[in-house]
């Protein structure tokens, strides 16, 4: 396994990313991971490179072994008013926020990031599949994420999140063209492609 315990040595640190950011539907949703120093688990790597049941057997895992974390949502009106960067960073900031311990540092999957409080925080691109405890945030956030939109299925079931969790999946904006958009839509996105017309 190619995962680094961390990147700041005898500092507390936190990993976070989030999931949901190329959804038309659904929240976005955050989680900040802090892991002991002795966490090893053969599955973790980024949750894109793991399928949904090694995300599912690694969630409890994750939950029962880190030192702290918490998994934050930000929902779709959000999303439409300050655009899906901002509201992804302000769902991290929200899940460290969450933390029972305050951390001394805070490494971020991708490269973009707001200073969180007074906390020095180091962007990493591709986190996820470097260090353990983004690795660890990406698992929790999907997986979280996964199983809100699971339960949004059973409200609109025509939309098949259940299998495209709010992505846009032929089926998904097929869909939208037949039944309209829902309360749980991100109105700012372009939801269907853009049709040509001919005025004939």
Avoid at 68 to 80: G, L, P
Wanted: glycine share 4%; with cysteine.
């Amino acid at each position: 396994m190619g995962l680094k315990k961390q990147y700041l040595k005898n500092k507390i640190e936190v990993g976070t990313d989030e999931a949901g950011r190329g959804c038309l539907a659904g929240p976005v949703v955050a989680a900040a991971v802090i892991l002991p120093e002795n966490f090893e688990h053969p599955l973790l790597n980024d949750s894109k490179q793991l399928t949904e049941k090694q995300r599912n057997l690694l969630r409890p895992f994750i939950e029962e072994n880190a030192v702290a974390f918490k998994v934050s949502y930000v929902f779709e009106d959000t999303i439409d008013e300050i655009n899906i960067l901002q509201a992804s960073i302000l769902a991290m900031h929200k899940a460290i926020e969450k933390l029972q311990i305050t951390p001394e540092h805070i490494i971020v999957d991708g490269n973009k990031f707001k200073p969180y409080k007074n906390i020095a925080h180091t962007t990493i691109v591709k986190g996820d599949a470097k260090f353990m405890s983004i690795a660890a945030a990406s698992v929790l956030a999907k997986t979280y994420r996964d199983a809100f939109m699971q339960k949004l299925d059973k409200e609109f079931p025509q939309y098949f999140w259940k299998k495209n969790k709010g992505y846009p999946t032929k089926q998904h904006r097929n869909a939208i063209r037949e039944f309209g958009v829902t309360n749980y839509h991100r109105k700012s996105f372009k939801l269907l492609p853009e049709q040509l017309k001919l005025d004939l």
